[in-house]
């Protein structure tokens, strides 16, 4: 129902920051869990933090601290800030919605970052 395209990837230095959007077709407002996953070369994908219909945000161990979520409501469009990037911040970067268990994906959007 909803289709998210993310945007802002690129390539960034170690300590560098970036800005990650994802823009959905419709009304977000009463979707209550959404938020991104990344895909690094070689690795499986893994969860990287959500963000509630409440603003309520949680966060993977590994960005703690880095990465801060956000969304406007107003329009469509839900924001990953990272700071501090390391390389291991490397991957293709996803952003979903999960309503009733029904996940949809953006198309992603790479994240380089050099030493």
């Known amino acids: 129902q909803v289709q998210l395209v993310e945007s802002g990837g690129g390539s960034v230095q170690a300590g560098g920051s970036l800005r990650l959007s994802c823009a959905a077709s419709?009304?977000?407002?009463?979707?209550?869990?959404m938020g991104w996953y990344r895909q690094p070369p070689g690795k499986q994908r893994e969860w990287v933090g959500g963000i509630t219909s409440g603003f309520s945000t949680n966060y993977a161990d590994s960005v703690k601290g880095r990465f801060t979520l956000s969304r406007d409501n107003a329009k469509n469009t839900m924001y990953l800030q990272m700071n501090s990037l390391t390389p291991e911040d490397t991957a293709i970067y996803y952003c979903?919605?999960?309503?009733?268990?029904?996940?949809?994906w953006g198309q992603g959007t790479q994240v380089t970052v050099s030493s």
């Open positions: 419709g009304s977000i407002v009463r979707i209550n869990a």
């Open positions: 979903y919605t999960n309503v009733l268990g029904t996940y949809t």
